[in-house]
């Protein structure tokens, strides 16, 4: 079989920088401002202007962020406020610039963004108290320091593609030094576990105990855990490892999410489309529940897009679960797409024809707002 039964946890030293890049530096998380009360806002994401997607990686904004206009597709640029109903935003630069404007939905253009600067946004929506973030745009690349991840899950992430023996986290880090940026993976990879039985192995616990800090913390749940037992899962988030975050994450950092595919087999569903609609809604509400910041790789989305032109085949394994080599990429370039903030269009095929590894990286791209 192409995926590995094991639990182990690798700590691998970055490489060192060959190229320049942005410096993503993120400070303490999104505050609340003054007015008493909770606020109606529970984040605001960096907007794709041209395909209307957030930005993964940079979204959602943190106090502290760098936004690198070098390494975005475009500078099309917008804003979205997670809330409910109409959202007024207002942008103040350091050197003067700013507008204040309100959204029916919660979108603005934002062309101010394209002009480097030292910016405050404070978004106000109904009567809860303004949402304040702090952020810097530059145009100007400079080196990044090393990306710190720790991933979290079991064979989804796990499976060893056969090109190169690389599961997807090291494939990721392979990724990073063929492009001359630094990424220090952990693992914690346990086949067939679930979050729940990995903490109660007790090993999770020890890479959270705060020793060493994250810029990022994957989470892959069981494969159909949270689509048949969302309360299930959502109490081994918040009560399990959500109350570790502030001490495992560095300053403003963030934890990925990574929704899953929908099986060949949708049991217990009458559909895969059932299945992927019930995947979506718990991973939408789990996220919106955790009040770290967070955001959700869109790996079942890019699944969906390829199998409805190519069959489940092209991606999942004949177990009907696993993924292949190709969908191991996939997974691969989607998250260095996040974790390293940028697009992957340019990444190496690696052990994939090149039309094949073009196809996958223009798909993930395209999800994460590249």
Avoid at 87 to 115: E, Q
Avoid at 253 to 265: C, E, M, S, T
Avoid at 330 to 357: C, K
Wanted: hydrophobic share 45%; with cysteine.
């Amino acid at each position: 079989m192409p995926y590995r039964h094991r639990l182990w946890i690798a700590a691998t030293l970055g490489i060192a920088v060959l190229v320049s890049a942005a410096l993503v530096r993120v400070a303490p998380r999104v505050s609340a401002g003054s007015t008493a009360g909770t606020p109606a806002v529970s984040g605001v994401a960096l907007v794709n202007g041209a395909t209307r997607r957030p930005v993964l990686g940079l979204s959602p904004l943190t106090d502290g962020t760098v936004i690198d206009l070098t390494r975005l597709p475009g500078r099309d640029l917008g804003l979205r406020a997670n809330a409910p109903g109409p959202a007024t935003f207002t942008l103040t630069g350091a050197n003067g610039g700013g507008f204040t404007r309100t959204a029916p939905d919660g979108y603005v253009d934002c062309p101010l963004l394209d002009t480097p600067d030292a910016y405050t946004l404070t978004v106000r929506a109904g009567t809860g108290a303004p949402y304040t973030v702090h952020f810097t745009v530059t145009g100007t690349a400079a080196a990044a320091p090393p990306v710190d991840v720790l991933f979290v899950g079991n064979s989804l992430l796990g499976t060893v593609n056969r090109g190169s023996g690389e599961d997807a986290p090291a494939l990721v880090r392979h990724l990073a030094c063929a492009a001359g940026r630094a990424l220090n993976v952990t693992e914690v990879i346990h086949s067939g576990y679930t979050l729940r039985q990995t903490w109660d192995d007790g090993l999770v616990a020890t890479v959270l105990s705060g020793a060493t800090r994250f810029d990022f913390i994957v989470l892959q749940e069981y494969s159909t855990l949270v689509a048949t037992n969302p309360s299930a899962a959502t109490d081994t988030l918040l009560r399990t490892y959500a109350p570790t975050f502030a001490r495992a994450l560095k300053p403003g950092g963030r934890v990925v999410l990574f929704k899953n595919w929908a099986l060949v087999d949708p049991s217990p569903f009458p559909s895969r489309a059932a299945a992927k609609a019930a995947i979506d809604t718990n991973y939408a509400a789990l996220s919106a529940a955790l009040p770290t910041p967070n955001l959700l790789a869109p790996i079942g989305d890019e699944f969906e897009t390829i199998i409805a032109a190519e069959g489940p085949s092209s991606l999942i394994v004949a177990d009907g679960k696993h993924p292949n080599d190709a969908a191991v990429y996939l997974d691969a370039v989607t998250l260095y797409g996040i974790l390293l903030r940028e697009s992957p269009r340019h990444l190496p095929d690696l052990y994939l024809p090149a039309p094949v590894a073009s196809k996958l990286r223009s798909v993930a791209a395209t999800a994460i707002g590249y």
